[in-house]
């Protein structure tokens, strides 16, 4: 069946370094996939997502490739900042099934000290 | 931007008594919600699909008249555990789409509802 596979956490980071959170996926239909990010207390907030084969997603310095040969989208931050400490889950949704149903990863916890 | 707000944030019930979780859009339409749930370190598993004016569509796994669902309205979906016992303890989320101009459908979740049974 569909599924979504990220690394585990937690990822412990000094601040100003170089983040990657690997993501794979297994999927029948034509996945969009997504990086979603839960800071302390809130709600998930979509974080960045790309909906075709080497599709690049960005936003706030992240970024994540969408690598349908390697079935991957590993979310990935050249600098990071304390206030990235936060819980990222990758997900994907089918969207030939015409739904907003989404599948996630675990999550994985990043913390980053100054 | 749009919010989607969940009530409460954490409850403390008995066993055997019924808990409600509400879910609410408070500046959109929401004519489907998803109820999803977490269990320590594992990825938020969707329970059920919440329509409104119909019923809930349930996973397979998920035992429906336990997690009773209701969206009586386009802004409120309701999960309610009934006869909760201590396995029922979890991280409860839910999320609800909104169809933004040129981007298609975009997907809002809630902060969440801890729940534990005692």
């Known amino acids: 069946g569909d599924s979504v596979t990220q690394m585990e956490g937690p990822v412990t980071l000094s601040e100003e370094a170089f983040l990657t959170i690997n993501c794979t996926y297994t999927a029948t239909g034509y996945p969009s996939l997504f990086w979603y990010v839960q800071y302390p207390g809130e709600g998930l907030q979509l974080l960045l997502k790309a909906t075709k084969a080497d599709d690049k997603g960005s936003n706030k310095g992240f970024e994540a490739t969408y690598r349908k040969e390697t079935t991957s989208f590993h979310l990935e931050k050249g600098s990071v900042q304390v206030s990235d400490s936060a819980v990222y889950f990758c997900a994907l949704r089918i969207d030939s099934y015409n739904t907003d149903k989404l599948i996630f990863g675990t999550g994985t916890r990043l913390q980053v000290f100054p | 931007g749009a919010v989607v707000s969940q009530h409460p944030s954490w409850v403390i019930c008995k066993s055997g008594t019924s808990v409600k979780i509400e879910c609410r859009s408070l500046d959109f339409q929401a004519t489907t919600m998803f109820w999803y749930r977490q269990f320590p370190k594992q990825s938020l598993m969707l329970m059920a699909t919440?329509?409104?004016?119909?019923?809930?569509?349930?996973e397979q796994g998920v035992e429906k008249d336990k997690f009773l669902i209701n969206h009586a309205s386009l802004t409120l979906s309701t999960l309610t555990v009934t006869s909760a016992h201590p396995e029922d303890s979890s991280f409860y989320i839910c999320?609800?789409?909104?169809?933004?101009?040129?981007?298609?459908?975009?997907?809002?979740f809630g902060e969440g509802s801890w729940l534990t049974v005692v």
């Open positions: 999320s609800a789409s909104t169809l933004d101009r040129g981007s298609g459908n975009t997907i809002y």
């Open positions: 919440s329509n409104e004016g119909s019923k809930a569509t349930y």
